[in-house]
């Protein structure tokens, strides 16, 4: 286990601490979110990022990650609009996971789809992006597809190193994320969002993609980048082509499935939630749609029932 992970570890006991000692004091104050399943008071208190206290560590380690030229594709990213339909339609989303939250912890999310084409990657970059703008959260975007990854597309930014030079032990976790590089005349909006977004990209998996996903640094990594990001978002690849969506999964608090409208049919959007089954399905993202009625919503939760 390397020197930085065990580093991270004793900062987050060492939150964790502090954090019980505030909730003692005051059950008001607005730092901390206590998750209560039950009448009886929660064993823990999940802390989040953008309030938690920062600790030298964290800033040693944020500090490391690098900083490389991003040149983002605008026509793909509507979430860094400042405003129009699609930037409401992920504020929408944005809005579902967030009350979501509030009944259950949820911090890693995976999106996948049953097929290619059927946009979970937009869907991930955007969303990605649209709780980057909220509250100054901070955001990790990990692209999981190792076999065709696609958001360094979207970012503009550079695939290698990646997702897999971690997972295969080439690579440290601080060598495989990257922030976007300062760019001066860059609209001040942009810059704020795009700065509170680290990115791991996908790599080269090639055929090692199966047996990467299923390496325990995957768990790892989440474990130790946890206690520094508000959100985590997984791109993933298409669930009924390859095993390494359900693999990615088993790590991850819960799973958005992305379905595009006129193009995924009932059988496809049923198996891929059939081979999910084991992992924790909490709503499917209808993408593509002709242009939705304001009051339609782009989240859909599932309640496990078909009609």
Known sequence: ??????????????RKSATHELVDSSSSLNSTIAFQPSAEPSDGVMVLA??????????LFLQDIPRRPWHPSFDRLPGLQKNGAGVEQFRSLRSRLQEFRDLKSLKSLLVSSGMPQEGKSFIAANLALNLARHKNSKVLLID?????????????????????DYLSGKASLVEVMQY???????????????????????????DRAADLSGSKRFDELLTTAAPYFDWIVVDSPPVLLVSDAVNLARSCDAVLLVARAGVTTFPVAQRAQYELKASNIIGFVLNAVDKPAITESYYYRYDGKTE
Do not use: W
Request: hydrophobic share 40%; with cysteine.
């Open 144 to 164: 999981g597809d190792m076999r065709c990854s696609s958001l360094h597309q979207y970012l503009g930014c550079d695939c290698n190193p990646g997702l897999a």
């Open 1 to 14: 286990m390397s020197h930085i992970y065990e580093a991270l570890q004793r900062a987050e006991a060492e």
């Open 50 to 59: 953008e309030t938690a206290p920062a600790s030298a560590v964290e800033a």
């Open 180 to 206: 976007a590089e300062e760019v001066k005349d860059r609209d001040p909006m942009i810059s704020a969002v795009l700065n509170n977004l680290a990115f791991i990209p996908g790599g080269d998996g090639g």
